[in-house]
């Protein structure tokens, strides 16, 4: 096993979450979400953005619009679906229980 | 130097110069297939392009003045590679092929693991994609396995058999594995002659020495031991084995392309053609591949091999040229004899103009089929496409049919030329015998016309046209009729006849034709066949000999060919030709025969034991 191997184990699996919890806070083209990720210290591989938006649009759990730009092509603007939101609210539940799970075992041994 | 180009990113102008542009193409080529395979994938490619526009524009925006190859790097390792995204967006969980990676292969191209299994390829097919699946499966070069299987199946056919086998056996692929590919190329860099040695060299990863002496080796061989043998240095090299190698040489000269492109050169060493590789190479393109600077001496070393091996490339090619006029020599079957172009096309044709148009046509329609028969195989065994040009085709296609209508042309004077028939009648003397038998025998000639008639050993193969020598030509075209004489006397005479394109033509050919016999006592020898005059063609020169026999007088032949009972006539009408057999009747050798009112009239065993002191000389048998 290697380092990188599960690192990258680890963010597959709370990438779609923080997709789609910055799409639930508001209406975002694909960049914007990019951007926020990095501003938030997250950064990703910007190639595995647009599957994973694909999948989610495909599993109806994304919708999207197409929006004039001012400095470009027009941008597709990403937002929850009904069930989007539903998918997300068991998603979040399910962190929060892994979060403090985590943190509590990380947490109990301050020597490592 | 490099060239701008713009391009339309999703919609963005953007300029970019040409390297990276190959790069960029060969990116989103990449991302393309890869994502072929899942719903939706055009769409993440537009996305993915746009964003790439977005990326190239904000890079334009500080003042760069175009796109380079550095900024696709970049651009590249913002968006990550098909096998980086797939490997973090990858669905089924991956601690399978974890364990296979860590146990069976390095292989750098992480994640992409699917069980091996035999299948057709798609994408490397040729005929039924047998051997494309199969180099796939052993990851080689399919032209290294279709060579193998031509190989196999010159061995009774056995490959041809194996490659249905598993065209029936084998599913097609679905999806194919991305393998790290490797595939055999000239190596422009490094070359000698044509780069085929080092190309070898490369993609086997040996010193480009190793080839170039397995290739070299029989050449020198043959050569050394030809000056200590016999000072003819160069026969061994036409006519030995040799020129396999060379062929083989050639072949893959020929069929095999250029490493010119980065990804081409990393194919040729087996590298696996993904972005990060490319750039990489691209950045060290001026380090490592670059060749090593020879000395003088090495390079003026090089430069002799250089003049020397296409030197021998220019004899062998003649050689080769040769080897093709001979094979199209046998097509006439007249490979036996030694003068064998002129003999025949004088006797086919009439004038020069008729035989150079024959033989340059018969040359064109057949050569030029052969060459592209040759050029097909080399694709199909290599596998490549390569671009003929249309030049070439229009010119190979011009000629072919130039060569078709000059067959048909000269087809056609030569029917004209059998047009209109002559023939004349010759009476010959005759002593009557003395004994009221004459025996009839076949004259022996040799090549002088002699003739030599105690010798009985000869063949009876006089069917049809035979070289006497080199440029004599003697034709079997003879025949003989035994009829009733009207009078009380022996008379042989002999019908001369030939065709022309006029009376005058036919005339010309049919008069000097030789009527050769002799006579001894009571034995009248005749030819088994005439020779035409020098320079005649053959326009069916004919012979028909007459032998009268008065009635109540006695006749016998010995060992006439069977064919001198048969009247043969090559007539042309309306553009067919036709050859006509018109069989008199025949007569048993060594029986008597005795002229009756109604013809001829077999004599029975009395007769003949009576007769039997006359013909002494038939004793000696």
């Known amino acids: ?112 | 130097m490099n060239k701008i180009i713009n391009i339309n990113l999703a919609g963005r102008l953007i300029p970019i110069d040409e390297s990276a542009y190959d790069l960029l193409r060969d990116y989103l080529n990449r991302l393309k297939a890869f994502f072929s395979r899942e719903e939706g994938g055009d769409e993440i490619l537009q996305d993915m392009e746009d964003r790439i526009g977005e990326l190239f524009q904000d890079k334009l925006k500080k003042n760069s003045p175009c796109i380079t190859a550095a900024d696709i790097s970049e651009m590249i390792t913002i968006m990550g590679s098909p096998e980086q995204i797939e490997n973090e967006t990858a669905e089924e969980a991956q601690p399978k092929s974890e364990q296979r990676k860590a146990g069976n292969d390095h292989q750098a191209s992480a994640g992409r693991t699917r069980q091996r299994h035999l299948f057709r390829s798609k994408k490397e097919q040729m005929v039924g994609g047998v051997c494309g699946g199969l180099a796939s499966y052993f990851n080689i070069d399919p032209s290294i396995v279709r060579v193998a299987l031509v190989l196999i199946t010159l061995a009774w056919g056995t490959g041809l058999i194996v490659y249905l086998i598993l065209w029936a056996l084998l599913p097609l692929a679905e999806e194919e594995p991305n393998l790290p590919k490797r595939r055999l190329y000239r190596n422009p860099r490094q070359k000698v002659v044509g780069g085929v040695c080092s190309g070898i060299a490369a993609y086997a990863n040996i010193d480009p020495i190793i080839p170039r002496v397995v290739f070299a080796a029989p050449l020198l061989g043959i050569i050394f031991f030809g000056i200590l043998d016999n000072g003819i240095f160069f026969f061994p090299v036409l006519v030995g084995g040799l020129p396999t190698l060379v062929l083989l040489y050639i072949i893959l000269w020929a069929s095999l392309p250029e490493a010119t492109t980065v990804a081409e050169k990393l194919e040729m060493r087996g590298g696996t053609v993904d972005v990060q590789s490319l750039s990489q190479a691209m950045k060290s393109n001026e380090e490592g591949i670059v060749p090593v600077r020879r000395s003088g001496l090495r390079s003026a070393f090089s430069l002799l091999i250089k003049i020397f091996v296409f030197f021998i490339l220019g004899i062998i090619l003649l050689a080769l040229a040769g080897i093709i006029v001979a094979v199209i020599a046998t097509f006439f079957g007249l490979a036996t004899t030694s003068a064998f172009l002129f003999p025949l096309s004088g006797l086919i044709t009439e004038s020069e103009t008729q035989k150079w148009v024959l033989w340059i046509s018969v040359v064109l329609a057949l050569v030029l089929p052969f060459i592209t028969i040759i050029r097909l195989l080399v694709r199909l065994v290599t596998g490549r496409k390569k671009k003929t040009s249309k030049l070439y085709n229009a010119i190979a296609g011009i000629l072919f049919s130039a060569g078709v209508f000059g067959v048909f042309w000269v087809a056609s004077s030569i029917g004209r030329d059998f047009k209109t028939s002559y023939r004349k009648t010759y009476p010959l003397s005759l002593a009557q015998p003395t004994n009221d038998t004459l025996t009839i025998r076949q004259m022996i000639m040799d090549d002088g016309g002699e003739v030599d008639g105690e010798e009985m050993g000869w063949d009876h193969e006089t069917e049809g046209i035979r070289f006497r020598d080199d440029t004599t030509i003697a034709i079997s075209n003879l025949s003989l009729r035994i009829r009733k004489s009207p009078d009380s006397l022996y008379h042989l005479e002999v019908q001369k006849s030939a065709y022309g394109k006029n009376s005058r033509r036919a005339q010309l050919l049919a008069e000097p034709l030789q009527f050769i016999y002799k006579q001894e006592g009571n034995v009248l020898y005749l030819p088994k066949d005439f020779t035409l005059p020098k320079g005649h063609p053959f326009r069916g020169q004919k012979m028909r000999v007459e032998l009268q026999v008065p009635e109540g007088k006695v006749f016998r032949t010995e060992d006439l060919v069977d064919n001198y009972y048969t009247d043969r006539s090559f007539v042309v009408k309306r553009g067919k030709f036709r050859y006509e057999a018109n069989n008199y009747p025949s007569w048993d050798d060594d029986n008597y025969y005795k002229m009756g009112k109604d013809g001829p009239v077999d004599q029975d065993e009395r007769f003949k034991d009576t007769d039997n002191k006359d013909t002494t000389d038939n004793g000696d048998r």
Do not use: H
């Open chain 1, 1 to 112: 096993m290697n380092t990188e191997n599960t690192q990258s184990q680890m963010r597959k699996g709370v990438l779609e979450f923080c997709i789609l919890s910055i799409i639930r806070q508001s209406e975002v083209y694909p960049s914007e979400i990019i951007e926020q990720m990095k501003n938030a210290g997250l950064s990703i591989l910007e190639g595995t953005l647009y599957p994973l938006l694909t999948r989610l649009k495909n599993a109806e759990l994304l919708s999207y619009r197409w929006e004039e730009s001012a400095s470009g092509p027009p941008r597709k603007y990403f937002s929850l679906t009904e069930k989007g939101a539903a998918f997300y609210l068991e998603l979040e539940s399910t962190w929060k229980q892994l979060a403090d799970a985590v943190n509590q075992l990380t947490q109990a041994r301050p020597g490592s």
